[in-house]
């Protein structure tokens, strides 16, 4: 009887220990962090076509007919600096889950190029390039895996998805008109927009984070994300000559200022239904859109580009 009651105030006394230690390593059920990443570019593609130029680097010869020499632009907008807010619960020790909010703003992209082409009689070159950007607000949440504190580290591991919930691409494109001394006689500018249609992507990271405190941390974590975003419309929202808006004006250079001329809706399929003077027999040689539909969008074969990248995140964590 002695015996039982000894084993039975040990498995107590045993029992009382174990929940005091697991209370004592009980880790932190909620935490926030605060944090700056910069990416580098990975998994390139070749860029989509631009309003009909294709994403190459031409060169022409002094009479702006012989191609002297071209190269194909490609690359990824996963290039650029985003800065980070995210909450965290941790289920026990080792299991949590995580919910990021993003904002990143990629590097400008070179996305094609054109030197000394011959464009009209007179006659006149044009030389331009067309340059991308990025900008993005995403959800990212995902499974955090705790791979226990030591001497104040905690690595983690974790895995999850990119949920874009704005964003778009910005395409600037700077072109000199010259005549044949050099003489630049016309300079444009005209900004498109592309807004994208819903994706999701992939993420996954390794890091660490360390103590300075009872409540605060500072982590450091390695990210890389992969995700591929489709045009849904493209927007023509300024275009210039020589500083001044031509944007609703027909011009030598850009004789369709109709609404059709800056707007875009993109398709999967183009067909004889589709306004696009590929595909439709009312069009004219100084005009892209079907002149009988002027008030419409122009339809374009959808594009997409990808936002690939490895990024490198610092910053600082709150425990509760």
Request: glycine share 10%; aromatic share 10%; hydrophobic share 35%.
């Amino acid at each position: 009887m002695k015996k039982n009651l000894f084993l039975l105030g040990l498995l107590v006394c045993s029992i009382a220990t174990m929940a005091q230690t697991e209370q004592a390593d009980k880790p932190e059920s909620w935490y926030f962090k605060l944090g700056g990443s910069y990416f580098i570019q990975t998994a390139a593609t070749d860029f989509p076509i631009i309003s009909g130029t294709l994403p190459n680097n031409d060169v022409y010869a002094a009479d702006g007919t012989t191609l002297v020499s071209r190269e194909a632009n490609h690359g990824s907008f996963g290039q650029g600096f985003r800065s980070t807010l995210a909450a965290g619960y941790r289920f026990n020790t080792r299991l949590g889950v995580e919910m990021g909010i993003n904002y990143y703003v990629g590097n400008n992209e070179k996305m094609a190029e054109t030197t000394h082409r011959l464009v009209a009689a007179g006659p006149t070159f044009v030389s331009g390039k067309a340059e991308g950007r990025i900008r993005a607000f995403d959800l990212s949440p995902a499974l955090v895996l705790f791979l226990g504190e030591h001497k104040g580290f905690e690595p983690y591991t974790k895995v999850g998805v990119i949920v874009p919930v704005h964003g778009d691409l910005t395409i600037e494109t700077n072109r000199t008109y010259s005549n044949s001394t050099g003489t630049p006689i016309l300079q444009t500018f005209s900004k498109d927009v592309v807004k994208p249609k819903p994706t999701v992507g992939f993420m996954a990271a390794i890091g660490t984070s360390y103590k300075l405190g009872k409540n605060i941390s500072v982590f450091a974590e390695v990210e890389y994300r992969n995700f591929t975003v489709h045009g849904d419309t493209k927007e023509t929202e300024v275009y210039t000559e020589n500083g001044v808006d031509k944007l609703h004006t027909p011009t030598t250079f850009r004789p369709d200022a109709s609404y059709s001329a800056s707007h875009v809706k993109y398709v999967d399929k183009l067909t004889a239904n589709s306004n696009h003077y590929l595909f439709n027999p009312n069009t004219s040689t100084a005009v892209t859109t079907d002149t009988t539909r002027p008030d419409d969008e122009m339809n374009d074969i959808s594009s997409y580009v990808g936002i690939s990248g490895l990024g490198l995140t610092v910053g600082l964590k709150y425990s509760l």
